[in-house]
């Protein structure tokens, strides 16, 4: 019974909350009582759900574990973590470190945890067979649901009523639940619940940081004196366009559905003769459409959340072209690397019999190639550009899905010659995975941090760590972590060294250009080996969960 309770993927997991826990000063002690009862509560319901012989409503990934409690901490872990290491800043760093971030960043926390214990909640409602570890997990949700509002109400982030902060966590937590039903019914089978729990849960804490500065511009005077911390916290212009291009590109999809099924009972009533001009006609209003959305309705979103002196698009051009040798050679050196790449790696997986596991390694080897040089010279260029390639990947996904001639289906032939079994024909991740491994530390660093580290957490846990763990694993490993799975003890060694070995030749760069080392040697063993086992022990989408999980650590 207790070998079923503690595999290794929640052994290690339960490392993390204890590692996290005993990081915590006195000032944050509510904050992890929340992270526990949460933690807890979703440990049992995995319980529930992985022992349930009955289907669950919702279909999942084949061949994965529910992973509930891998996405259940993530975030709040994330948050956590962010707030303990400002904590730590605060008190000798006031010109980094605004006391007005802590109070949002600790708003954001009760967000996402109304958002985790709503959607947990929503599981235990929907699992059909009767489980010991149900009724236990209501009661530890129920508790946190309490301990959630006390906090709300006994607190003072941002300056809000106690009534707009309860409306606002309540936002969080139906969004996400409704999002998350949503998600998993219109994707069946493209995920496991522990995936689409992150990936709801982090949609809505991004639009809802968003709809925050919106809602107070809209409010004006009237409620100004409510907001107005909200306000004062600094938001580039580069945060607040990849923000808004982000969210604008993931609403797209609803305004273009409604707009094409008018175009096809126009079609169907009054063009009835000119069918075979269909597609052609569907094309086009995709162009006009998207070019609509991006030219001026999402400027026009970003401009009123934000004072631009000038359009966003020019304010971008402008902003490449003020250091211009050194930007555009990036762009230059990215896109030969990219064309290179592409072509090659494509004529291989059409013509060698090359495992695919080791050519999509390649790509996290390229990622390396590419992001490591602009985040030590240029970060704030980098992180525009991994906005820009998010936007690209997010139009080429709505290309392929609503098959948009005449690109739709070249695409999807193009993208299937790199899925593996986690990717499907309705959906595929893969590649924005790997992005935003790499992309999430990098641009969650990039106010107060004295971990130098920690952006580099997506690029040395996957384009090192996890390539050399496959690779060695593929080629030389015997010994396996478990009977049923592929991951083997000489490839998570092999992962672990490789990042110790790339952190000794990163911090000597890094202190040469001005960063101040303040992490023991022992605390980064401790999170690339904990960050290694999660990778060899979880069933999970590891490009997702462990640069986040690694981020976390090492800010502790």
């Not at 526990?36 to 319901?45: E, G, V």
């Not at 139009?395 to 193009?414: D, M, Y």
């Amino acid at each position: 019974m207790t070998t079923s309770f503690f595999n290794g993927e929640r052994i290690v997991l339960l490392f993390f909350i204890s590692r996290i826990l005993y990081s915590l000063p006195i000032s944050l002690l509510s904050h992890g009582v929340s992270l526990s009862l949460i933690a807890l509560a979703a440990f049992l319901l995995e319980i529930a759900v992985d022992s349930s012989i009955s289907p669950f409503p919702l279909r999942t990934r084949p061949g994965a574990s529910s992973g509930i409690l891998l996405g259940a901490i993530t975030l709040p872990s994330l948050i956590l973590s962010k707030l303990i290491q400002s904590s730590r800043g605060f008190g000798f760093s006031l010109q980094q470190l605004q006391p007005q971030e802590i109070e949002y960043l600790t708003l954001q926390y009760w967000a996402i945890s109304a958002s985790v214990f709503s959607v947990l909640l929503f599981l235990a409602l929907n699992l059909r067979r009767t489980h010991w570890g149900l009724r236990f997990s209501f009661c530890l949700i129920f508790i946190q649901a309490v301990l959630c509002v006390v906090a709300l109400l006994t607190t003072s982030q941002i300056g809000l009523h106690p009534v707009l902060k309860l409306s606002w966590v309540f936002f969080h937590g139906l969004a996400s639940v409704k999002l998350i039903q949503h998600f998993m019914r219109t994707f069946p089978s493209c995920a496991s619940i522990g995936e689409a729990f992150l990936v709801t849960a982090g949609i809505v804490l991004y639009f809802g940081d968003m709809l925050l500065l919106t809602i107070k511009k809209l409010c004006g005077l009237l409620v100004s004196s409510e907001l107005d911390t909200a306000d004062e916290i600094k938001r580039s212009e580069i945060n607040i366009i990849i923000q808004g291009l982000v969210l604008g590109l993931l609403l797209y999809p609803i305004a273009l559905k409604y707009i094409l099924q008018i175009w096809e009972w126009l079609m169907n009533t009054i063009y009835s003769e000119q069918k075979r001009y269909y597609e052609i006609g569907r094309s086009l209003i995709f162009i006009v459409s998207l070019g609509l959305a991006l030219i001026v309705f999402v400027p026009l979103w970003m401009q009123f959340v934000q004072e631009f002196d000038m359009h966003p698009f020019f304010w971008v051009l402008s902003f490449v072209f003020s250091e211009p040798s050194k930007r555009l050679s990036l762009c230059i050196y990215w896109m030969c690397i990219i064309s290179v790449s592409v072509l090659r790696f494509y004529t291989i997986s059409k013509n060698s019999k090359i495992e695919r596991i080791l050519l999509r390694k390649y790509y996290h080897l390229i990622a390396v190639l590419m992001f490591s040089p602009a985040l030590i010279f240029q970060p704030k260029f980098l992180d525009l550009a991994f906005g820009a390639a998010l936007a690209v990947f997010l139009i080429l996904e709505i290309i392929r899905v609503w098959r948009i001639w005449p690109f739709g289906q070249p695409i999807n032939q193009f993208m299937n010659a790199f899925t593996d079994h986690r990717d499907s024909d309705l959906l595929i991740v893969s590649h924005f995975s790997l992005l935003l491994g790499c992309a999430l530390p990098i641009w969650l660093s990039s106010g107060y941090n004295d971990r130098p580290l920690a952006p580099f957490a997506g690029i040395l846990s996957l384009g090192i760590g996890d390539t050399m763990a496959s690779m060695v694993g593929y080629k030389y490993g015997v010994l396996r972590w478990s009977k049923t799975g592929k991951k083997t003890v000489e490839g998570t060694a092999a992962g672990i060294t490789s990042v110790l070995a790339a952190c000794s030749l990163l911090l000597p760069l890094l202190a040469s250009a001005g960063y101040i080392f303040t992490q023991h040697w022992f605390s980064l063993l401790l999170a690339v080996t904990a960050s290694g086992l999660l990778e060899a022990y979880t069933a999970q989408l590891d490009n997702a969960f462990i640069p986040l999980f690694f981020y976390s650590l090492l800010c502790l």
